[in-house]
């Protein structure tokens, strides 16, 4: 006999008699985001955050359930970098706020607009270490651009508001809302004025004798090179940096976040610059005598050792859309503060045509001298399979590279002939960034093709949510390339920590194929180079989410690479034919 | 007599911040500050020059960083509304300090504080707490004077100076 009380009234079928404030604090919420223009968010219902499912299926606003909440931050992230608009991530408090931690400082180091709405506990128990109380402002300080706690319920429409102002407006970043319990349940009268908003203000225009000296450098140099970055993208200033660029015969490398902006293969195209980048880019990155960087940050993997970065440069041109970004790292004779598209388009209005037909073939020298190489010997080399995924890759495509060797693989050889869409974590380096952010594009996307390039290390960290690609109808296609080990960190002892392998060998690893056929996806694995591209078409032809899995050669590496502490010139090629 | 702001280290810097006076906004500063690698010396808070606004002076060990990055960094946070170097701007900086004599008291202690311009804001028959207010050296040397006189506690408040802080134009 069952112990069980014998019936349970199913709430959920009699609102009626749930007794509902015409317009709480939840309503009023979620109005402000339908208001916002939100039409998905991605999250996980909680304690602390229940008043706010309760009234959700009442508005216009796709949900998509995630399995763990750093999968929610990182969709958030992976909408935004595909859309253009505001992403937003709802998790409870205590460890469901936290675990949005990791997703918020990717996509803040990455200059990503994210919305992190988290529950908290009630108003009257802060402070009070209440169950599943955190203190998510204070742990999210460095990682957002600003946060919220409501205490009034009647600041929420205001809060909202101002929050994705902030979280789009100059340099995007991540924005955190934390709302007590009992404010989302608070009731508020309908007639209230909407009060005043903070303005964030976004730089104003450069000004127009920087351009026009900056316009006078370009013109005038005879060793010209044009570094790119995210920047670029997030402005929408490919033409303009392409327009640019063939104006002046210049040639473009781009940053780990700007691989994409410029198309390749193109006779001007330098592909990627820095620690791992291109030899012929950084060769001529290091002999240039003038670098125009645009819309990136020059951290320590662009520049390696300071010293040896542009030192023959006799202007260097840094357009940053965020002032403390110029002379942080590089100095700049011709820092610009500004919106890289408007720059990028005054510049190519009034820099004068050039043809640099000597500096032209010196780089094409030494891209003759420095090619992008891998070993032959039998195995499955990573950057075959990449060549046959690029070769099916189309413009509208989003390709979405995780953390480590796959998203240098990834980004070296990048192509596929026009500018498009390639989100990585390039801030963060995020190992588990690229399964969700690449569901969260495709949520922003429905009519591209989503593809994420993962390491097998990196996908475990959030293979979950293929349980939410499949339950939500997002055809993510998954590309792992499985060396069996964390293959970077492999790398880095043998090259720079005195050849010791220590503990980056994963001698178990799941059954690829069988776990994505557990989730629901169609699974494949591959060996041989042969397969590759039937592989990927029957992936690309099945209508749901796919995994394929590459069984590749375990000691490929990553080459040229730059010697810890070394300077761009100083890369050390694949040492095998 | 008062001094200009003088940096006891190249890196080191005086700032003055005008913010918005919300919940959490000297952990959003003294956060800034550290998270970009640089040391908080030391902070004063007054009320700002607007209502709602506060104005805190900030004294910044940069370390490594270039120097003008604590302040391009607070210009970031959304709750700033404006940062002003003062380090060489040659503004007077002034402190308050306050001294405590303990019974029985020197016969020249009255004489010297009033030398010293100090003022006596409380005395019982065993305490005796004088006010001086001034540049942070001339503090100093007054407590190294005032030793001998049996000078207790003493508590130096830290440096403030007043600047106009303008927001920069967008």
């Known amino acids: 006999m069952s112990t069980f009380p014998a019936f349970r009234p199913d709430h959920r079928k009699q609102p009626e008699l749930e007794v509902v404030p015409a317009r709480s604090g939840a309503e009023v919420l979620l109005s402000a985001l339908v208001g916002q223009g939100v039409d998905t968010v991605f999250g996980i219902p909680g304690g602390a955050n229940l008043p706010i499912y309760r009234h959700l299926p009442q508005f216009p606003i796709r949900h998509v359930l995630v399995r763990h909440e750093q999968g929610a931050a990182h969709m958030a992230d992976g909408y935004a970098r595909a859309s253009g608009r505001v992403g937003v991530c709802i998790a409870t408090s205590g460890p469901g706020a936290l675990n949005l931690v990791t997703g918020l400082a990717t996509a803040h180091f990455d200059s990503v607009p994210v919305v992190a709405l988290t529950g908290q506990v009630a108003s009257p128990t802060i402070g009070t270490d209440a169950f599943q109380e955190s203190?998510?402002?204070?742990?999210?300080?460095?990682?957002?651009?600003?946060?919220?706690?409501?205490?009034?319920?009647?600041?929420?429409?205001?809060?909202?508001?101002?929050a994705f102002h902030v979280a789009r407006t100059g340099r995007p970043g991540a924005v955190l809302i934390d709302i007590p319990k009992d404010v989302q349940q608070a009731h508020l009268g309908d007639d209230r004025p909407l009060r005043r908003i903070r303005r964030h203000a976004?730089?104003?225009?450069?000004?127009?004798?920087?351009?026009?000296?900056?316009?006078?450098?370009?013109?005038?140099?005879?060793?010209?090179?044009?570094?790119?970055?995210?920047?670029?993208?997030?402005?929408?200033?490919?033409?303009?940096?392409?327009?640019?660029?063939?104006?002046?015969?210049?040639?473009?490398?781009?940053?780990?976040?700007?691989?994409?902006?410029?198309?390749?293969?193109?006779?001007?195209?330098?592909?990627?610059?820095?620690?791992?980048?291109?030899?012929?880019?950084n060769r001529a990155v290091t002999d240039c005598d003038l670098l125009l960087m645009v819309g990136m940050r020059a951290d320590d993997r662009v520049t390696c050792r300071l010293d040896g970065f542009a030192p023959r440069a006799e202007h260097i041109i840094h357009v940053n859309i965020d002032p403390a970004e110029l002379g942080k790292t590089v100095a700049a004779d011709c820092p610009i503060v500004g919106d890289a598209r408007d720059v990028l388009e005054r510049l190519a209005a009034q820099a004068e045509p050039g043809s640099r037909p000597e500096w032209r073939e010196q780089v094409d020298d030494w891209r003759r001298q420095h090619p992008l190489r891998h070993p032959r010997n039998g195995r499955l080399q990573p950057q075959e399979v990449l060549r046959a995924y690029y070769a099916r890759r189309r413009p509208a495509d989003i390709t979405v590279a995780d953390v480590g060797l796959n998203q240098m693989w990834a980004a070296t050889g990048w192509s596929g002939g026009e500018s498009g869409?390639?989100?990585?974590?390039?801030?963060?380096?995020?190992?588990?960034?690229a399964l969700p952010a690449a569901i969260g594009a495709q949520a922003a996307a429905p009519g591209s093709r989503v593809f994420a390039i993962c390491g097998e290390g990196g996908l475990v960290m959030t293979v979950q949510e293929l349980a939410t690609a499949v339950e939500?109808?997002?055809?993510?296609?998954?590309?792992?390339?499985?060396?069996?080990?964390?293959?970077?960190?492999?790398?880095?002892?043998?090259?720079?920590?005195?050849?010791?392998?220590?503990?980056?060998?994963?001698?178990?690893?799941?059954?690829?194929?069988?776990?994505?056929?557990?989730?629901?996806?169609?699974?494949?694995?591959?060996d041989e180079l042969a397969e590759v591209g039937p592989a990927l078409d029957r992936a690309i032809a099945h209508p749901g989410p796919a995994v394929l899995e590459f069984r590749i050669d375990p000691e490929a590496g990553i080459f040229p690479i730059v010697p810890l502490g070394g300077t761009l010139s100083e890369f050390v090629e694949c040492p095998y034919p | 007599m008062p001094v200009p702001v003088s940096a006891p280290a190249s890196s080191a810097r005086l700032l003055l911040v005008r913010v918005e006076d919300r919940p959490g906004i000297l952990q959003r500063v003294t956060n800034c500050v550290s998270r970009r690698g640089h040391q908080l010396l030391s902070c004063a808070v007054a009320a700002g020059p607007e209502e709602g606004e506060l104005r805190l002076w900030l004294r910044v060990h940069t370390g490594m960083q270039p120097p003008e990055q604590a302040a391009l960094q607070l210009r970031k946070l959304i709750d700033v509304v404006a940062v002003e170097d003062l380090t060489e701007s040659g503004v007077r900086e002034w402190t308050l300090g306050l001294f405590e004599f303990l019974a029985p008291f020197a016969r020249e202690l009255e004489t010297?504080?009033?030398?010293?311009?100090?003022?006596?804001?409380?005395r019982t028959p065993e305490r005796l707490v004088a006010a001086l207010g001034g540049p942070p050296a001339s503090l100093d040397a007054a407590r190294t004077e005032l030793a001998g006189l049996g000078l207790g506690d003493f508590a130096r408040g830290r440096p403030i100076a007043l600047h106009p802080v303008v927001p920069q134009e967008a």
Not at chain 1, 504 to 523: M, R
Not at chain 2, 112 to 122: C, P
């Open chain 1, 421 to 433: 869409l390639f989100l990585n974590s390039g801030g963060q380096g995020t190992m588990g960034f």
């Open chain 2, 112 to 122: 010297e504080l009033e030398r010293w311009g100090a003022q006596v804001v409380e």
């Open chain 1, 135 to 162: 203190d998510v402002i204070g742990s999210c300080l460095s990682v957002t651009k600003h946060s919220y706690q409501l205490r009034d319920p009647g600041e929420i429409e205001e809060v909202v508001a101002e």
């Open chain 1, 472 to 526: 939500a109808g997002l055809p993510v296609k998954v590309l792992i390339l499985n060396n069996r080990q964390l293959g970077m960190v492999r790398q880095f002892q043998d090259d720079f920590y005195g050849g010791v392998r220590s503990q980056v060998d994963h001698t178990v690893t799941p059954d690829f194929p069988t776990l994505a056929q557990a989730f629901g996806c169609y699974g494949e694995a591959v």
């Open chain 1, 202 to 281: 976004a730089p104003a225009p450069a000004p127009e004798q920087q351009i026009e000296a900056a316009a006078g450098y370009l013109s005038g140099a005879r060793r010209l090179v044009i570094l790119a970055g995210r920047g670029v993208a997030i402005a929408g200033a490919q033409e303009a940096l392409l327009k640019l660029a063939l104006k002046l015969d210049a040639p473009v490398g781009t940053t780990l976040l700007g691989t994409g902006v410029f198309p390749n293969p193109h006779p001007l195209g330098l592909g990627l610059v820095g620690f791992m980048g291109t030899g012929y880019c």
